[in-house]
T-cell receptor, first 115, second 112 residues
Framework: DAMVIQNPRYQVTQFGKPVTLSCSQT?????MYWYQQKSSQAPKLLFH???????NEADTPDNFQSRRPNTSFCFLDIRSPGLGDAAMYLC??????????????FGPGTRLLVL | KQEVTQIPAALSVPEGENLVLNCSFT??????LQWFRQDPGKGLTSLLL?????REQTSGRLNASLDKSSGRSTLYIAASQPGDSATYLC???????????FGGGTRLMVKP
């Protein structure tokens, strides 16, 4: 019954070593989001895709990139992780983002540790 | 730029108490406001969504209110239970775009 799936749940990487986090959805939603949540802080939107249209938040570091090869999958690539990138990364989806009643559905998150 | 604040940051209550969590936002031109629950190390679960034209929404023991003009929302939890222990996040969606702006959350502990 899982609707938004994130793999892996825990990821350990080394300082500067590229890492990719994965998100998939079974909801057939048009919009997919990536959030970064540091310990005891609010989730912060990094970017989102409306279908294949990529929307980057203004203060998202260049070190973070994303790919959406099809409706179901979205990837977060961190090119050169720094210690400050250690966080929980949350993927979310919504149907089309246009309706006032619409909510976002979140995955369980991937916790990234940078050594 | 929208800013969302939640007070208190942490709250500990005995089981059975009724409690209120507070959320305030700086830009009243919102599209909707949502309350989410987050268990430790987990993702977010949507609890209640209030459209900008609505004043409140109810689900079971939860009631959320919205006062757009004053930039405030409250989440009321009746007869709290240990299973309610979690972090509760308020998020505001502004008219432009899909972006949700989250508050820092209130970490709730309900003691048996």
């Amino acid at each position: 019954d899982a609707m938004v799936i994130q793999n892996p749940r825990y990821q350990v990487t080394q300082f500067g070593k590229p890492v990719t986090l994965s998100c998939s959805q079974t909801l057939n939603h048009n919009v997919m989001y990536w959030y970064q949540q540091k310990s005891s802080q609010a989730p912060k939107l990094l970017f989102h895709y409306y279908d294949k249209d990529f929307n980057n938040e203004a203060d998202t570091p260049d070190n973070f990139q994303s790919r959406r090869p099809n409706t179901s999958f979205c990837f977060l690539d961190i090119r050169s992780p720094g210690l400050g990138d250690a966080a929980m990364y949350l993927c979310a989806t919504s149907r089309d983002g246009g309706r006032q009643t619409e909510t976002q559905y979140f995955g369980p998150g991937t916790r990234l540790l940078v050594l | 730029k929208q800013e969302v604040t939640q007070i208190p940051a942490a709250l500990s209550v005995p089981e059975g108490e009724n409690l209120v969590l507070n959320c305030s936002f700086t830009d009243s031109a919102i599209y909707n406001l949502q309350w989410f629950r987050q268990d430790p190390g987990k993702g977010l679960t949507s609890l209640l969504l209030i459209q900008s034209s609505q004043r409140e929404q109810t689900s079971g023991r939860l009631n959320a209110s919205l006062d757009k003009s004053s930039g405030r929302s409250t989440l009321y939890i009746a007869a709290s239970q240990p299973g309610d222990s979690a972090t509760y996040l308020c998020a505001v969606r502004n008219n432009a775009g899909n972006m949700l702006t989250f508050g820092g959350g209130t970490r709730l502990m309900v003691k048996p």
